[in-house]
């Protein structure tokens, strides 16, 4: 996969578009400059800052805010570590229902944490060099909108058996990141109008649900790790992708995880297109309607559910256009109940539909397969 220098580009007129843009109003007043903000402070009350703000790497965080309803407005101003790296090193530590935005927040062991508090919000952010951006170690479903993740060890996480709730994403960018997005410890995390491009992994679901509506994902090296881990102790859920872009990944799967293995598989409306490989789904339950997978290194492959789970694959595969891929359009490794219906194969390498013992819903369309049409349901070859 190359990188190229316009994701740069886009980063840099993301991030000036959004300080540009800064302002200091928030719940609909004005937010008090305050110029005497310095490292280490605990902030009770609403503010702005006036300067960047340059602290040391330790475990006491640059910034605390323990007052419910605060606004920190960074003022397009940078928080910065200096001095040694660290992972234990904190950026903005939350410990009430609060607000910030507007600003940088670099080079820490973990750029913001939550630690407690309600209806929290992070706003026109740039998380920038950082081992986690926003890390939730509380109780609770924080909402990040138009902001930058770059360059961080991960964009967005959770602690490990220390945290649970989630994350509600919408129209942010995560870029250049080794993984964009963590979902652990039963985290629900949604996902709207973001883009996920040039990262190691853009997902790694281990434990919880992921959902993406309307976003992209674009040339990452990954575009998700979905384990399973015999015993059931920790699961992806639910991985579903809804009028998505999915395109020009050099994966979709990381070598050392190459198969998903979520609970229940959704993928409709997308577009999968010009990715250097296929992929296989380990699911009980798949439903993928009304895609597009074109022009892909290799096609869609349902593989029967693991041990742990219920032993029947079901669901359905209808309205897809399954086009010029490398090897078998869609192929199902497993009888089941899965209804395969009104789906259309054309130009892939292998099978276009190879789906023995499937239910046969009709209305498949297939031609110009380089080993054949299809298998286990009846195509039409207009």
């Known amino acids: 996969m190359c990188r190229v220098r316009g994701v740069i580009s886009m980063a840099v007129g993301l991030v000036t578009c959004l300080t540009g843009a800064a302002t200091a109003q928030a719940g609909g007043g004005e937010v008090a400059a305050q110029a005497s903000v310095q490292c280490g402070d605990t902030i009770t009350q609403s503010i702005r800052l006036t300067r960047d703000l340059e602290c040391p790497g330790t475990p006491e965080p640059a910034l605390r805010i323990a007052g419910e309803g605060v606004v920190l407005d960074l003022g397009g101003h940078t928080v910065r570590r200096t001095g040694s790296d660290t992972w234990a090193s904190e950026g903005i530590a939350v410990m009430a229902g609060s607000t910030v935005k507007n600003g940088t927040i670099r080079g820490f062991g973990k750029g913001y944490v939550l630690y407690g508090g309600r209806n929290v919000w992070l706003s026109r952010l740039q998380f920038v060099n950082n081992g986690v951006g926003a890390h939730n170690y509380g109780f609770s479903t924080f909402t990040v909108t138009d902001s930058l993740f770059i360059g961080n060890t991960v964009g967005m996480g959770s602690e490990q058996d220390a945290s649970n709730g989630g994350f509600e994403v919408r129209s942010t960018l995560f870029i250049d990141n080794q993984v964009a997005l963590g979902v652990n410890n039963a985290h629900t995390v949604n996902v709207d109008r973001s883009t996920f491009a ?30 399973f881990f015999e015993g059931g102790y920790s699961q992806c859920a639910h991985a579903s992708f809804l009028d998505t872009v999915i395109a020009r990944n050099a994966s979709f799967a990381p070598a050392d995880e190459p198969v998903w293995k979520p609970f229940d598989f959704v993928l409709r409306r997308s577009q999968v297109r010009d990715n250097d490989s296929g992929i296989v789904v380990r699911t009980t339950t798949a439903d993928v309607r009304s895609n597009t997978w074109q022009s ?9 559910p693991l041990q742990f789970l219920q032993p029947t694959l079901t669901g359905t595969v209808s309205d897809n256009r399954f086009l010029r ?49 299809c298998v286990g349901v009846v195509c039409t070859s207009p």
Do not use: K, M
Request: net charge negative; hydrophobic share 40%; proline share 2%.
């Open 296 to 304: 892909n290194g290799g096609g869609l492959t349902l593989d029967e």
């Open 325 to 373: 891929n490398g090897g078998d359009g869609f192929r199902v490794t497993v009888a089941s109940t899965l209804t395969v219906s009104r789906n259309v194969a054309v130009g892939n390498t292998g099978w276009g539909i190879h789906a023995p013992g499937v239910i046969d819903g009709g209305g498949n369309v297939a031609r110009g397969n380089g080993a054949g049409n």
């Open 198 to 227: 040039f990262n190691d992994v853009a997902v790694v679901c281990f434990y919880g649900t992921i959902s993406f509506t309307s976003s992209w994902i674009l040339q990452n090296s990954a575009v998700a790790s979905i384990p």
